[in-house]
């Protein structure tokens, strides 16, 4: 094959023939002769270009025209010292030329290669601007590392795709208009002060480093763009880049960036991977990384430095965190200040851990009218309800209460709380700070009542992490022109609170489509009378109120209910929907795993076993009785001891001789008041998860029931007792379905403290007791 090439070689070029197989010779249109050779020996030391050291320096053999000529293509003549390269206008075919880093003036001989594609004249002394006639292919232009001012009309060179013109001495970019090819232009360590020039081409590369910009200007039209250097300029801001969607890369290395929230201004490139902000005075913001992975969540390296997933979950928990996170370090907050102070026993403390004590939230956007509904709902339950009064930092509107609609205190005293350990939760609404106090829940539970209050979504996040147990009854507009409606009537907000509300109108609804079973019940407040019928429908249904209604009816109507000598039975969650389609939590099916189901399979099965003769009875006494001090010895001793003591402080009608029975009454007392809470946690009535009730015990309760003369007496039925209409409803007396079992040493302690001291009660809590001491 060499051999032939090198034979096609010959013949094309029989004045100057290389050796056969040899790639030391170029072939010009017309190889110069032998005696030119000498000549351009004599002028190599003057830095003259001559034939000979083209013929050592070509590469890149092709065939040329008909396919019978073989040519080099490519000359490569690097760091020669050249000054004069006129002998390559014989040169005619050649494709790339490259003679960087010569002392290069003059460049017209490139006018004799039309068939040229690549010039690098890099590294020279040029200062005409493409001084040659157009080679009409021509695509790739070096020029840089040169002498060049001025650049000129380039409309000749239509195929030029990569121009290079950086280190020159250029102020302006010009004439390149009619470069319709033109992909990559670096015009880096000039004197441009401004960029202009560029108009719509097809550009995805642009390099201006170095120069004098002050203002990103100029490039709206390059919709290609992907690769943009702005590094080493003066710019300050980043207004400029909109719209150009394709960008992947940005450098603006050491420029004058100061502001972080300039990245707004490239937040819409959603194709933006790369941004380089080292040296710009915005490096030393506070947070300033994680601000900026923030605005710009689509970059992977930033700096220079890859974007860690780590670093990408901190800056949206730090700038825009989701309400689980806000709620955490609120509680966290909280408890921890809590945590500091001295540690007592508080009134709302239940005595098992199974009966949390009761609260009611009612929640919902702001001027939905839950307050409202709060205060109705407290004022016509009183017997069970009273308002937990939040703390406030704003200013009471026209005929609000301190006090009563809220605590007004400044904006110093609310941080003091804070630091106090004083609030169970805290948020930040519209620029004002509110938080519902240890102290507020405290002060119902003292009266021996459930606490009902109303907050924000945020709140119901902070609230749920803590051990309280809360029913969230969520009120929610479904008429949104209504809504805006009744705000703007209200003449209390401006337009862009109103539009901040209705906005998270929204953002209710998505927490409930997206978790089931965050809210107890969910009820349109449109109509704020429908809404409150609706409330008051589902909190009865959560009192048993309803049952122990229709109950008496029942009694009422047939006197012989119990004359078979059972005992009523407990009743199983209510089958009835509360109010609107998620006021199914009672109508849910009875689950199997349900506590309320075994107890009520294990009740049956106690009813249908024959009766244990004494000594199993006695036998069954006594491994409960084990299996209670087991219990009594893990618990906390001061647990234990308020046990007992609310035992012994019950009323007289559920006194019984024996212990167990009343730890079991007073146990199952306190879940019974617990009817607020969700079902599986504490449950009500219905739900009445003996710990004990484990199958050793069979069935405990109704042997020991069994044994009382109490509970042989029709009406004094333990359970009966508990949620009787006809019991002492007086609040405090322990016997309401949704009272906190107030032990009776709670009302003189022994050494009171600040937090925990009571205010005189209209409504002595429980029996007459010993003193316990509620410190912890
Ligand atoms: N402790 C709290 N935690 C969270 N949110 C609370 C708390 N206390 C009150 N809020 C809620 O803060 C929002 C603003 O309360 P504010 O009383 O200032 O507004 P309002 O215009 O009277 O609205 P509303 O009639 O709903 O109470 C209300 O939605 C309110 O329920």
New binding site residues.
């Given amino acids: 094959m060499k051999e032939t090439e090198s034979e096609e070689l010959s013949s094309a070029s029989p004045s100057c023939c290389p050796p056969p197989g040899s790639h030391s010779a170029a072939f010009p249109a017309e190889a110069p002769g032998c005696q030119e050779l000498e000549e351009n020996r004599d002028m190599e030391k003057v830095g003259v270009l001559t034939a000979e050291v083209v013929s050592s320096c070509v590469s890149n053999l092709g065939r040329f025209g008909s396919g019978l000529h073989h040519l080099y293509h490519h000359l490569s003549l690097p760091s020669q010292d050249l000054s004069d390269v006129s002998v390559l206008s014989k040169y005619v075919h050649l494709e790339m030329l490259e003679l960087p880093h010569n002392k290069i003036k003059d460049l017209s001989c490139v006018s004799h290669m039309p068939y040229l594609v690549t010039l690098d004249a890099s590294h020279n002394e040029i200062s005409s601007f493409f001084g040659f006639q157009p080679p009409m292919n021509l695509k790739e232009v070096n020029f840089s590392h040169n002498r060049i001012t001025k650049m000129e009309d380039l409309s000749a060179y239509s195929s030029l795709c990569n121009l290079d013109l950086d280190y020159n001495s250029l102020s302006e970019i010009t004439g390149l208009e009619q470069c319709f090819k033109l992909t990559h232009l670096s015009v880096a360590q000039n004197k441009i002060s401004r960029i202009s020039g560029l108009h719509s081409l097809p550009l995805t590369h642009l390099c201006l480093r170095g120069n004098q910009l002050e203002r990103i200007e100029g490039l709206e039209n390059l919709k290609c763009l992907q690769v943009l250097d702005l590094s080493l300029n003066r710019i300050t801001s980043l207004s400029g880049l909109l719209n150009l969607h394709l960008l992947g890369s940005i450098n603006l290395e050491k420029n004058m960036i100061s502001e972080i929230q300039e990245c707004k201004h490239i937040h819409d490139i959603f194709l933006l991977r790369d941004l380089n902000l080292v040296g710009n005075p915005v490096q030393d913001q506070p947070d300033y990384r994680l601000a900026v992975i923030f605005l710009l969540q689509h970059l992977t390296v930033l700096d220079q430095e890859k974007v860690t997933v780590e670093e990408k979950v901190s800056s949206v928990n730090q700038f825009d965190p989701p309400l689980d996170v806000v709620a955490a370090r609120d509680h966290m907050t909280h408890l921890v200040y809590q945590l500091m102070q001295p540690q007592v026993l508080y009134d709302s403390t239940m005595p098992t851990t199974d009966s949390p004590y009761p609260m009611l939230v009612?929640?919902?956007?702001?001027?939905?009218?839950?307050?409202?509904l709060t205060h109705r709902l407290c004022q016509e339950l009183n017997e069970y309800f009273a308002h937990g009064t939040?703390?406030?930092t704003?200013g009471p509107?026209f005929g609000?209460e301190d006090g009563i609609?809220?605590h007004f205190v400044s904006e110093e005293d609310f941080q003091n709380m804070i630091h106090m350990g004083k609030?169970?939760?805290?948020?930040q609404?519209?620029g004002?700070s509110?938080?519902?106090s240890r102290e507020a829940i405290e002060e119902v539970a003292r009266e021996g009542l459930a606490c009902c209050?109303?907050?924000?979504?945020?709140?119901?996040f902070?609230?749920k992490n803590s051990y309280f147990e809360p029913r969230y009854i969520l009120l929610i507009p479904t008429q949104m022109d209504k809504y805006m409606g009744h705000?703007t009537s209200?003449d209390?907000?401006t337009q862009a609170?109103i539009d901040m509300?209705v906005s998270r109108v929204e953002l209710y609804a998505n927490t409930n489509r997206q978790r089931l079973g965050f809210f107890d019940n969910v009820i349109p407040c449109d109509d704020w009378e429908e809404a409150y019928q609706s409330l008051r429908q589902v909190v009865k249904e959560y009192l048993l109120l309803e049952e122990q209604e229709e109950g008496d009816n029942n009694n009422r109507g047939s006197p012989d209910n119990t004359s078979n000598g059972h005992e009523p039975e407990e009743k199983l969650p209510s089958p009835r929907a509360g109010s609107g389609a998620l006021a199914s939590q009672s109508a849910t099916p009875i689950d199997p795993s349900d506590p309320s189901y075994r107890n009520y399979f294990t009740k049956i099965q106690a009813e249908l076993s024959p009766q244990k003769n004494p000594v199993e009875l006695a036998s069954i006494r006594r491994r409960e009785h084990l299996v209670r001090e087991a219990m009594v010895g893990k618990s906390p001793g001061v647990y234990s001891q308020l046990f007992k003591s609310s035992a012994q402080s019950a009323p007289s009608s559920l006194q019984n001789p024996d212990p167990h029975l009343n730890e079991a009454s007073s146990s199952d007392e306190s879940r019974a008041s617990s009817a607020l809470t969700v079902p599986g946690s504490a449950g009500g009535l219905n739900d009445s998860v003996e710990p004990l009730d484990i199958s050793v015990l069979g069935h405990n309760l109704e042997t020991l029931k069994d044994q009382t003369p109490e509970a042989t007496r029709p009406g004094t039925d333990l359970l009966d007792v508990v949620v009787s209409p006809s019991s002492d409803k007086r609040p405090g007396s322990n016997n309401k379905p949704i009272l906190p079992p107030i032990p009776a040493g709670r009302k003189t302690p022994a050494s009171p403290s600040p937090a925990t001291s009571p205010r005189p009660s209209p409504h002595p809590a429980g029996g007459e007791g010993g003193d316990v001491d509620r410190e912890g």
């Fill in positions: 009612l929640t919902g956007p702001q001027g939905c009218g839950k307050r409202e939040s703390h406030t704003r509107y609000e609609d809220y609030f169970i939760q805290t948020m609404y519209g004002h509110y938080g519902l209050v109303h907050m924000e979504l945020e709140g119901v902070s609230l705000l209200r209390l907000y609170q509300a």
